[in-house]
């Protein structure tokens, strides 16, 4: 069997890449306190995300991310909630961290203001001309299938 040695992990390469904030959701840690997940999607050789869990024990970096989105006063009021932010760009380094169980994954070290240090905004990929469905794969696109105002239902 041929292969290449570096397909054999999900980590991108270290480094600081831009990143946008796709999901944040509210939980409790196992000794029940609040507790935001956080899932980026990094722009990278390929694309990647990663989730950030932000607890008592790590205000520190979520400091971190308020100041990078521009709102550390709201942070110092302890108004800052990454929920408001959800598909805001900024920038992003991650490590790798290799762990028995899980393999090589990434890592959040720290963050920063968009295009700051990454060089850029992540671009969205654009569909492909000829694909008429949605993004969620269920519905059509308006007119891709034609004109369906006549009356056959077949």
Excluded at 54 to 76: D, I, Q, T
Excluded at 103 to 121: I, K, L, Y
């Amino acid at each position: 069997m041929k292969y290449d040695p570096r397909d054999a992990t999900s980590a991108i390469p270290e480094g600081w890449y831009p990143a946008i904030i796709e999901t944040v959701v509210e939980g409790q840690t196992k000794t029940k306190q609040d507790m935001q997940t956080v899932t980026f999607r990094v722009y990278g050789p390929r694309e990647v995300t990663v989730k950030e869990f932000f607890h008592p024990a790590s205000l520190w970096k979520y400091k971190g991310l308020a100041r990078a989105l521009g709102k550390l006063a709201e942070f110092n009021q302890a108004a800052f909630d990454a929920r408001n932010f959800i598909n805001q760009s900024l920038d992003i380094e991650l490590s790798i961290e290799d762990s028995a169980q899980y393999g090589e994954q990434n890592r959040v070290n720290r963050f920063d203001a968009d295009g700051s240090q990454a060089g850029g905004r992540p671009v969205a990929k654009p569909k492909p001309a000829d694909t008429p469905w949605s993004s969620s794969g269920n519905t059509f696109a308006p007119g891709a299938l034609g004109d369906l105002s006549d009356d056959i239902p077949f």
